[in-house]
């Protein structure tokens, strides 16, 4: 059973428009919501993290906002540009000592200039 | 080295072989991870290491992977007698303290396996 669902599997987006990806959970004991962004041929590298004793946080140009209720998340890249192009991974973890992330699959985004 | 490092990047070995796969963490990162990422598949955790505690296997495929981590740093995965499917990319992790769940992993580059 997959416990984080990530959609699109790829994203195509024009220079200047939002990217948005999205994720939804099972668990949850899940407390720790992070996004990472891959590039090739380098390991994933952390973007941005939530809580969920927030809705929403935002660093630049990218935001992540949080619906428990639903179990969902959603990562958007506003003004998005080609170096955004990027593999990205939406993740989540347990509060609990030594539990590791469980990672979406992934979302491919391409931003054409 | 500021980040985590891992050796080779690249290994393309014959079905049936055995392979090693080296991970140095961040000086100081008690808490170490290795995942596998397949193609399309995502990040699938395989073990985890906390200090001197016995690791966590709960997530290795099978009996043919096993991983150590010596003097509660460098680790080695270790593939036996290697398959087809186990063709990936291997990721070590580690942070600074195993115990905050929202303490960031950092990632190596990873090591792209091929088994032919």
């Known amino acids: 059973q997959q416990q984080v669902k990530q959609s699109p599997q790829s994203l195509i987006v024009q220079k200047g428009g939002i990217s948005i990806i999205n994720c939804a959970y099972e668990n949850t004991a899940f407390d720790y919501f992070p996004w990472y962004q891959q590039f090739p041929g380098k390991g994933p590298a952390l973007l941005i993290a939530?809580?969920?004793?927030?809705s929403e946080k935002k660093e630049g140009r990218f935001t992540i906002s949080f619906n428990k209720s639903a179990k969902q998340f959603s990562l958007h890249i506003m003004d998005s540009q080609p170096g955004d192009s990027a593999t990205y991974f939406c993740?989540?973890?347990?509060?609990?000592?030594?539990?590791?992330?469980?990672f979406g699959k992934g979302t491919t985004l391409s931003v054409s200039s | 080295g500021a980040g985590v490092s891992q050796s080779p990047s690249n290994k393309v070995t014959e079905k049936g072989k055995d392979v090693e796969l080296r991970c140095d963490p961040i000086s100081g990162h008690t808490a170490l991870y290795w995942y596998r990422q397949s193609l399309g598949q995502g990040l699938e955790f395989l073990i985890y290491f906390q200090g001197n505690s016995a690791p966590d296997k709960s997530g290795l495929p099978s009996d043919r992977f096993s991983a150590e981590r010596t003097g509660g740093s460098v680790s080695t995965l270790t593939i036996q007698r290697t398959q087809q499917e186990d063709s990936a990319v291997y990721l070590c992790a580690s942070n600074r303290d195993g115990g905050t769940s929202t303490d960031t992993q950092y990632f190596g580059p990873g090591t792209r396996l091929t088994v032919l």
């Open positions: 939530i809580r969920p004793d927030v």
């Open positions: 993740a989540a973890r347990e509060d609990q000592a030594g539990t590791a992330l469980i």
